[in-house]
């Protein structure tokens, strides 16, 4: 007996069969019994569409905080003259910008599968991620370029109390709209917006860095700007290769390997399983895709093999986080521990081979 491919879409009313124990106690049952979980349809599109409203949320609060820090950055660059500050700000107005293709990503990613984009439109996020690392290594590159070209002709910069002021202001939004964004997809799963967060973090380094330069140049060290300038590229280069990083995990279908070991196990321990086979994890936008081989006793009715699948799909969501879809297949324990093992190795005749049929 085999139900293959096993994809559950329904409403779960069954028991918890087998105690069905949760790991986390007794106040992890009080919230199991007073929050909704994503088992049906339209629990799970609920679940979506949270993730894709707070990502969007976060995106546009984020924008308009670094509008209004450039702004006021803006204003002091006028009043000093400062053209380290003028490059901090049209920094933080670079970093604002890559909120505009990672909310269209967002609001691509809400719009529902169809027969040619079967998975649906999350992929936009990643797409924007790459984006974003790209304005990354632009802010790295523009910030090195300015630091040299400071060395080989320095200026005098007025009003140095105002410009360590905007170093502040730079240093602070940025810092504001980093742990907001970060926070955010990670509780999410937006590896794009998480990225964009530590781009603004790279921001506010160098906002720090137009804060040390005016204290060097209040000292008379005209050499202070550049020099900081090239430690803070340095810096901006570190969190380029960690976001680079992330994106490219994700592009690449890459999980945490422990999400796969959790997944093994929580297949293996649910009551009436005998085998497991074949774990796949991918992560679509922000959120879990998962495909996996079960076997079971093989003198189980169809229906008594369902109600042990349909109890593994549930332990699978309560144990991985993020998780939207679980594929599962079902064999009968007397085939190989990975049904899909005979299949994969059976030889297949080339079309010439055939012996012709009139």
Same mark, same amino acid.
């Given at each position: 007996?085999?139900?293959?491919?096993?994809?559950?879409?329904?409403?779960?009313?069954?028991?918890?069969?087998?105690?069905?124990?949760?790991?986390?106690?007794?106040?992890?049952?009080?919230?199991?019994?007073?929050?909704?979980?994503?088992?049906?349809?339209?629990?799970?599109?609920?679940?979506?569409?949270?993730?894709?409203?707070?990502?969007?949320?976060?995106?546009?609060?984020?924008?308009?905080?670094?509008?209004?820090?450039?702004?006021?950055?803006?204003?002091?660059?006028?009043?000093?003259?400062?053209?380290?500050?003028?490059?901090?700000?049209?920094?933080?107005?670079?970093?604002?910008?890559?909120?505009?293709?990672?909310?269209? #990503?967002?609001?691509?990613?809400?719009?529902?599968?169809?027969?040619?984009?079967?998975?649906?439109?999350?992929?936009?996020?990643?797409?924007?991620?790459?984006?974003?690392?790209?304005?990354?290594?632009?802010?790295?590159?523009?910030?090195?370029?300015?630091?040299?070209?400071?060395?080989?002709?320095?200026?005098?910069?007025?009003?140095?109390?105002?410009?360590?002021?905007?170093?502040?202001?730079?240093?602070?939004?940025?810092?504001?709209?980093?742990?907001?964004?970060?926070?955010?997809?990670?509780?999410?799963?937006?590896?794009?917006?998480?990225?964009?967060?530590?781009?603004?973090?790279?921001?506010?380094?160098?906002?720090?860095?137009?804060?040390?330069?005016?204290?060097?140049?209040?000292?008379?060290?005209?050499?202070?700007?550049?020099?900081?300038?090239?430690?803070?590229?340095?810096?901006?280069?570190?969190?380029?290769?960690?976001?680079?990083?992330?994106?490219?995990?994700?592009?690449?279908?890459?999980?945490?390997?422990?999400?796969?070991?959790?997944?093994?196990?929580?297949?293996?321990?649910?009551?009436?399983?005998?085998?497991?086979?074949?774990?796949?994890?991918?992560?679509?936008?922000?959120?879990?895709?998962?495909? #996996?081989?079960?076997?079971?006793?093989?003198?189980?009715?169809?229906?008594?093999?369902?109600?042990?699948?349909?109890?593994?799909?549930?332990?699978?969501?309560?144990?991985?986080?993020?998780?939207?879809?679980?594929?599962?297949?079902?064999?009968? #324990?007397?085939?190989?521990?990975?049904?899909?093992?005979?299949?994969?190795?059976?030889?297949?005749?080339?079309?010439? #081979?055939?012996?012709?049929?009139?």
């Amino acid at each position: 007996m085999s139900t293959s491919p096993h994809h559950h879409t329904h409403p779960h009313r069954h028991p918890h069969s087998g105690g069905h124990p949760h790991p986390h106690g007794w106040w992890h049952r009080v919230r199991h019994a007073l929050t909704p979980h994503p088992h049906d349809p339209a629990d799970r599109i609920d679940q979506a569409m949270w993730a894709h409203r707070h990502g969007i949320r976060a995106v546009w609060i984020s924008l308009l905080g670094l509008a209004a820090t450039a702004a006021l950055q803006a204003a002091i660059v006028v009043l000093s003259g400062s053209v380290a500050l003028l490059g901090d700000t049209l920094h933080n107005v670079a970093d604002a910008a890559t909120a505009i293709p990672l909310g269209l #990503a967002f609001l691509i990613a809400r719009r529902a599968a169809n027969r040619r984009y079967t998975y649906g439109y999350g992929r936009a996020e990643d797409l924007a991620g790459i984006l974003i690392v790209a304005v990354i290594a632009a802010s790295a590159l523009a910030a090195g370029l300015a630091a040299l070209d400071r060395l080989r002709h320095p200026a005098h910069v007025h009003h140095l109390w105002a410009v360590a002021a905007a170093a502040l202001i730079g240093f602070a939004g940025n810092e504001l709209v980093a742990r907001y964004r970060i926070n955010v997809g990670r509780r999410i799963g937006s590896a794009a917006l998480v990225a964009d967060g530590l781009h603004a973090r790279t921001d506010g380094l160098t906002s720090l860095a137009v804060l040390l330069s005016a204290a060097g140049t209040a000292l008379g060290w005209q050499w202070a700007d550049p020099v900081v300038g090239l430690g803070i590229t340095a810096a901006i280069g570190v969190v380029l290769i960690d976001a680079a990083r992330q994106i490219y995990h994700r592009l690449m279908d890459a999980v945490d390997p422990t999400l796969v070991d959790t997944a093994e196990h929580t297949l293996a321990t649910t009551p009436g399983v005998r085998h497991v086979g074949t774990v796949r994890l991918r992560w679509i936008g922000h959120r879990l895709h998962a495909e #996996a081989t079960i076997a079971v006793d093989a003198d189980l009715s169809i229906r008594d093999a369902h109600t042990i699948t349909v109890d593994a799909e549930h332990r699978l969501r309560h144990t991985i986080p993020h998780l939207d879809t679980a594929t599962l297949h079902t064999d009968p #324990a007397h085939t190989s521990p990975d049904p899909h093992h005979p299949v994969q190795t059976h030889p297949h005749p080339h079309p010439q #081979a055939l012996p012709h049929q009139a």
